[in-house]
């Protein structure tokens, strides 16, 4: 699927030329000539696609009734984090300060050339996908989830409070199941070079971290002891 991009300019002469160069580069380009407009066909969008519905937004600021910045303070209001790129006539440096502040991702002043135009919008759509992936990445394993992002762990859905040392820990292991970690390696990876203190408060951290994670921490189902060997997940 195509990334979809709405165009909001009152100019039509400007408009259809950027909605021409976006669409010969091969994105499915939406054009409106005012905020109200604009603000109705993103509500729309995202109700049809699901999340915030356009992958990017081409905003004028001086637009008839409902301008650029008043539409930007509305999406960010309501979390749409779709990406806006601003196209401006106004060039002082208060201008583009306040155009960010208010939301917009990045800030082009007028005239412009076509081939920033597209750069722009290329730079910001690879943008977003990676911050969208990485906000996807979810570590999944039986009834446990780990958001590495977030920092956050879920159990049967119900969010499991960890201290820093153990949910590294736990990720650390979600990220490579079935291999075995000997104590030295987890104090390598986890607690650093430098650690000279008791090789078994590694030991400790399992026990608690088990505490936490397993239905009955008496016999794990999750982080498994091998004996002579050291730890190892699922």
């Not at 499991?160 to 820990?169: D, H, K």
């Not at 987890?186 to 430098?194: A, K, V």
């Amino acid at each position: 699927m195509p990334a979809s991009v709405l165009v909001v300019e009152d100019d039509d002469t400007i408009r259809e030329t950027v909605c021409e160069a976006l669409a010969l580069e091969g994105y499915a380009v939406t054009g409106c000539s005012n905020g109200r407009k604009a603000l109705d066909l993103l509500h729309g969008h995202a109700t049809q696609q699901g999340s915030d519905g356009f992958a990017l937004v081409v905003l004028d600021l001086m637009l008839p009734g409902l301008g650029g910045l008043d539409l930007c303070r509305k999406l960010r209001q309501v979390q749409n984090q779709t990406p806006i790129l601003v196209v401006s006539a106004r060039d002082s440096e208060t201008d583009r300060v306040l155009g960010l502040e208010v939301g917009a991702d990045d800030y082009l002043v007028k005239p412009f050339g076509m081939r920033e135009l597209v750069a722009r919008c290329r730079a910001l759509l690879r943008r977003s996908t990676l911050q969208q992936r990485e906000e996807r990445q979810v570590l999944q394993h039986a009834n446990l989830c780990l958001y590495p992002e977030e920092c956050r762990v879920l159990r049967d859905g119900l969010e499991v409070n960890l201290s820093r040392r153990e949910f590294r820990l736990l990720e650390l292991f979600m990220q490579h199941p079935r291999r075995v970690w000997s104590r030295d390696k987890l104090l390598e990876r986890l607690w650093g070079f430098d650690y000279f203190g008791d090789p078994k408060t590694v030991d400790v951290h399992i026990r608690w971290l088990r505490e936490k994670i397993e239905d009955d921490p008496s016999a794990p189902q999750h982080v498994q002891t091998v004996r002579g060997f050291g730890y190892r997940f699922g």
